[in-house]
């Protein structure tokens, strides 16, 4: 979407910052950190030069205020300057049309990480009820549906259900009840898995 707002006596912000000359256009947005390594202390890798890896922290600096950020929310101007600023930037030059289309963008990344994270909260508690130890704590926990433990079922049943029907609420409720039973003291025992999904 092409911002065409002047603001300030005639002079968009990002124009008097010299940035490049109104109307400015929002290409996308890029998370810096999503190539971070955990190992090499949450360092990016930015490529190999003269036979050495070159490692850096995440993230860069706003073009607009100079403040660190980690997620670049790129512009082009009508010139063709392309720069990036962060979303807070966009938000203080009082843009409105530029400021709807990076909040979309930005809300829209926030939703995918957030999937991504479930999903790998959902695998891990899988993963966690193939020791029969944490199988064995959550059959010794009673059902939290009365009528189901009335009839002798027990947490495991439960998570095996949700686990395998329930949406990603559902899941969630799921896997903290696998992340309790993991977190209560004493070994795991990982040597034979349990038979559930």
């Known amino acids: 979407m092409i911002s065409q707002k002047k603001i300030e006596g005639g002079v968009h912000l990002f124009e008097a ?3 490049g000359k109104a109307p400015f256009r929002f290409i996308g947005c890029v998370d810096d950190s999503v190539g971070a390594n955990p190992s090499y202390g949450g ?3 930015r490529g190999e030069r003269d036979g050495v890896d070159h490692w850096t922290q995440p993230g860069g600096s706003c ?3 100079g403040q660190g950020i980690i997620v670049f929310c790129w ?25 709807l289309v990076v909040d979309t963008a930005v809300a829209k990344r926030r939703r995918e990480q957030k999937q991504r994270r479930d999903a790998a909260r959902i695998a891990n508690a899988r993963e966690l009820l193939r020791f029969p130890t944490v199988c064995q704590r959550l059959r010794d926990q009673v059902h939290p549906v009365a009528r ?8 495991w049943h439960w998570v095996d259900w949700m686990l395998r029907h329930a949406g990603i609420r ?4 799921a896997c903290k009840a696998v992340e309790a039973a993991c977190a209560e003291p004493g070994e795991l025992d990982r040597t034979a898995p349990c038979a559930i999904l």
């Open 170 to 173: 559902g899941k969630l409720s």
């Open 43 to 45: 360092m990016v890798f």
């Open 17 to 19: 910052a010299g940035l």
């Open 148 to 155: 189901h433990a009335a009839c002798g079922l027990t947490m």
């Open 63 to 65: 073009a607009y205020c």
């Open 75 to 99: 512009i082009r101007s009508a010139d063709g300057k392309k720069f990036k600023v962060g979303s807070d930037c966009v938000k203080k030059v009082g843009d409105a049309g530029l400021r």
